[in-house]
């Protein structure tokens, strides 16, 4: 099937363990069957070296400075961009799994560290059409399999995250319930995802926090 205009760019955010992998895949697979170009993204994107440098550091077998870190993230998404770039305007929506929300979400819920200066470095980035943020309260957050296996996985710092990515919220966002089964909570983003793609077609893609 052939799509004129560029693909929509969407962004699932949300604190861990919130589902938003699950929903992008889901997305994205029954996307591609309905024959819709997709694409499926995450950050951070550990394939790459400074992916590499990532995975270590969030499975805590090395240390790296705290403004480092965050830059670090950040390039991880700057290194993606040419990519991002020509597949959306080759028409391919893509639904990317984590982006510079989580960056100054988390970096933010850091002592010393403020939302304005975190956001410098992803300032220029392409700007989500839709971001679909995925709320969790922490009593299920908890009780999901994995829960505590990586850096930042306590609920404290969890709290503190939440409570970033709600000052970031733009008419971009869209608030998701994330405690209900998985299939009401992917019929809710699938209809988001849907519209968004409609509406962003013959739009130019904007640059993030400009
Ligand atoms: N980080 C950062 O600091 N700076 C940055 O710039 C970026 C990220 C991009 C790694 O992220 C960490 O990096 C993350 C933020 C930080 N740290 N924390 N926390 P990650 O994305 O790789 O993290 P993860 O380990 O994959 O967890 P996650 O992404 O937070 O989980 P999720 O994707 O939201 O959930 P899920 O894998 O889809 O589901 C978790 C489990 O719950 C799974 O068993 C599902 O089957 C189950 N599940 C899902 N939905 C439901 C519903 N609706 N009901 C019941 N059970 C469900
Ligand atoms: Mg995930």
New binding site residues.
């Given amino acids: 099937m052939s799509y004129p205009g560029r693909g929509a760019l969407v962004v699932l955010e949300?604190c861990?363990?919130?589902?938003?992998?699950?929903q992008a895949k889901l997305l994205y697979e029954n996307m591609i069957k309905a024959g819709i170009p997709t694409n499926y993204m995450?950050?951070?994107d550990r394939t790459t070296k400074i992916g590499k440098l990532i995975d270590d550091y969030?499975k805590c077998n090395n240390d790296i400075e705290d403004h480092a870190i965050h830059l670090l993230?950040s390039a991880n998404r700057w290194e993606n961009v040419p990519k991002m770039k020509e597949l959306l305007h080759r028409g391919t929506t893509l639904v990317i799994?984590?982006?510079a929300y989580?960056?100054v979400a988390?970096?933010s819920a850091k002592k010393n560290f403020s939302l304005d200066w975190c956001k410098q470095c992803d300032i220029g980035l392409p700007k989500p059409d839709l971001v679909l943020f995925?709320d969790l309260n922490m009593h299920n957050a908890v009780q999901?399999?994995?829960y505590g296996q990586?850096r930042?996985?306590n609920q404290t710092f969890?709290e503190k995250v939440r409570r970033n990515f709600l000052l970031l919220q733009d008419e971009s966002f869209k608030v998701i319930d994330?405690n209900?089964?998985?299939e009401v909570?992917y019929e809710d983003a699938k209809n988001s995802v849907l519209r968004a793609i409609q509406e962003s077609r013959f739009k130019p893609l904007q640059e993030l926090w400009v």
């Fill in positions: 949300g861990d363990k919130a589902g938003k992998t699950t995450c950050f951070p969030l993230f799994d984590r982006y989580s960056g988390f970096s995925f999901r399999p994995t990586e930042y996985e969890q994330a209900r089964p998985i909570v």
